[in-house]
């Protein structure tokens, strides 16, 4: 936010580990083609639609991507007034959470948590109910109860690291650029309307990232996302876990 105001540039990188220095040894122009690539269809899209299927049953999601522009964290960072995250490769965007009109995002999201699949019900752009049974749902019921800006849906998150071979370490710097990733909590530093003035405390503000790589979920596949254009057109994005796109 700095780097907007200050003719700066600078890259962040929290939580960095001597295991992440092989994804900086990246074709970094590559890697920023691609992020570019999918920041124009995300633009471009009103929606995005989920199928999820897991030990349980299978889920859908819609996330409401009307009014909202997409970002991109390619890893090149040459002009002022630019920081971003290194190791780097997403792009990523806020759903729309109804500052203006009711948001459109509705459905069920599911998470791993060790063995156990937490499923939360979305309306309005916000979890709002845990619909399972376990020690990680009640925590997160009660963490939900407690916080309810924790249940915003603050991001959704396309990495491309995982296509040049990097695995993750259970860092998330790292491990969020690898594939498909949904946030919860804070958006404001994005261009959302969630921050830490939403949460009851500076200690409880909170922006977390739940991967879906077969190494962080491996119980929940994303069997399809497609993406709904402004023309209308729906693009598929990905099946069963993978980029359906060519990036050209």
Excluded: C, W
Excluded at 40 to 63: M, N, Q, V, Y
Excluded at 160 to 186: N, Q, S, T, Y
């Amino acid at each position: 936010m700095a780097a907007k105001k200050h003719p700066i540039r600078a890259a962040t990188m929290p939580g960095f580990r001597q295991d992440m220095i092989p994804a900086l040894r990246l074709d970094y122009t590559e890697v920023n083609r691609r992020v570019e690539y999918l920041k124009a269809l995300l633009d471009r899209s009103t929606g995005a639609d989920f199928h999820f299927a897991h030990p349980g049953g299978e889920d859908t999601l819609h996330l409401d991507l009307r009014f909202r522009s997409a970002h991109a964290s390619g890893g090149l960072l040459p002009n002022p007034g630019v920081a971003g995250n290194l190791p780097s490769g997403e792009a990523y965007i806020v759903p729309f959470e109804g500052e203006s009109e009711a948001s459109r995002s509705e459905g069920i999201l599911p998470v791993q948590f060790g063995q156990e699949v937490v499923r939360y019900r979305i309306k309005g752009n916000k979890a709002v109910e845990v619909l399972t049974q376990g020690p990680a749902s009640t925590a997160e019921a009660e963490h939900l109860a407690q916080e309810p800006a924790y249940g915003n849906v603050a991001e959704l998150g396309l990495g491309v690291l995982a296509a040049f071979g990097v695995k993750p370490i259970g860092e998330i710097l790292l491990d969020e650029k690898l594939g498909l990733h949904i946030a919860f909590g804070r958006s404001e530093h994005f261009g959302g309307q969630v921050g830490p003035k939403d949460f009851s405390s500076p200690g409880a503000v909170i922006h977390i990232d739940r991967v879906y790589v077969p190494e962080t979920q491996p119980d929940v596949m994303v069997k399809n996302l497609d993406l709904v254009l402004e023309s209308g057109e729906v693009l598929p994005l990905m099946r069963d876990g993978q980029y359906v796109v060519t990036f050209e």
